[in-house]
DNA sequence: GCACAAACCGACCGATCGTTCGGTTTCCAG
DNA sequence: CTGGAAACCGAACGATCGGTCGGTTTGTGC
């Protein structure tokens, strides 16, 4: 990735107590997913990884076995939550157009709860058998979803001049763009807010957000 | 990028007329912007572009001075009509409601006509100055649809109880987010459509589907 | 036919890529 | 204090990266 453009975001010190810093895996995993979703997975080098978490290039791979295993494990940290929405009980029984509304909303708790994962699987590209297994999955979410939207077209409580398919993928398109805008509140940071006069909301508010505008649009 | 895991699209034949196929700039960089989107711009290398196209690796490089160009070159032939709708008249007289239904009905047919370069402009990440100067452009546009939106929420025809702003982003990441899925009619190839009951729909009609489901959404 | 420019090519450049290797340092149980 | 495991490191590997170079082919005006 050429010359450091931009500087990189952890940039590691040494650390605050006498100790040398130690990571588990866990949290270095938590490093290599934020500096992959600001650069992107193809433009992530190991050497990017080493200099953000403060580790040499080969002490990664005393936690990893390759590059594409990083991302293997960062993608199922996206996956399996968002699998675990639609099995639950509010999304398995009841008026079809309930169950959706409540997978819409949960599926914004579960986007702003693991935001870098997501992001990274939303941008997936197909260019490794990795990849490929993560649009798999995508599809396999979309075809549920689809069926729901559809049940509850046919069960009349949805808008039947537009398709099924075309809704669900607009309806999906809105809440998954929130990973391109949507900063949680860092509140506790001492950190002055950047000059933006809107306000921080929150996931609850951000799902009554989208639950109001996909299902009773903007207009007043 | 690794080994290939998959085939490149283009794979140019030497052609069917006895010539040796001959590329202008433009045409050339229609497969450039074909191979970024597929393969993300990091994830496509030099040879990638020369296999694709049928030329060597440095004939690219009588057609372009760097990668970059390149990727700057295609995301102009976003940028440009992106920018020139909210300049339309209709876009600038009326109630603000009805130029931002203008805006967002000529928006789904310009991503529609330059979907591959939309695409690419919509995963830059800022790695580059190319790629800063894109997210620019993206932020500047965002803030012109933002005071439509909020010019609308003070004439009274749109919903006050979520955040403009918010309505703004949430409105564009459901347009935005067809060049994820939206596939034109190839037409005329004689090729089999795959098993998919969904008929294809065009840019006028997936126009109408913004619209309804953003205005009035999806509720019967 | 000849000349000239545009288009193209294989060979090669230094830099960077993901990964490996043989050790050293750090921590903690005994 | 000792031992062994876990965490870490610098140096280096072959491959691939974006890009350059000098020369050849191809189409076109004359």
Do not use: C
């Not at 990735?1 to 588990?24: K, N, Q, T, W």
């Not at 490794?128 to 069960?155: G, K, N, S």
């Not at 000059?195 to 505008?213: H, K, M």
Request: charged share 30%; net charge negative.
């Amino acid at each position: 990735m050429i010359l450091a453009d931009v500087p990189l975001p952890s940039d590691v010190s040494p650390s605050d107590d006498g100790h040398r810093r130690r990571y588990d895996t866990a949290s270095l995993l938590d490093v290599a997913v934020q500096v992959f979703t600001e650069r992107g997975y193809d433009g992530t080098s190991m050497g990017d990884l080493a200099h953000a978490s403060g580790l040499s290039k080969s002490s990664l791979y005393h936690h990893f076995d390759s590059k594409e295993q990083l991302l293997r494990a960062a993608l199922d940290r996206a996956v399996e939550p968002l699998f675990a929405v639609v099995a639950e009980p509010a999304a398995q029984s009841g008026r079809a157009i309930d169950r959706l509304e409540h997978v819409v909303r949960r599926e914004v708790q579960v986007l702003v709860e693991q935001l870098p994962s997501v992001t990274l699987l939303l941008r997936v590209h197909g260019n490794t058998p990795t990849e490929r297994w993560a649009l798999e999955r995508r599809r396999e979410f979309d075809r549920i979803v689809a069926d729901l939207v559809a049940q509850a077209a046919a069960e009349g409580d949805v808008r039947t001049d537009v398709q099924a398919g075309l809704v669900t993928r607009l309806l999906f398109g809105m809440i998954n763009s929130l990973v391109e805008w949507y900063r949680p509140d860092e509140a506790g940071s001492g950190e002055a807010r950047r000059g933006t006069s809107s306000r921080t909301v929150g996931a609850d508010e951000l799902a009554d957000a989208v639950v109001r505008l996909a299902f009773d649009g903007l207009r007043r």
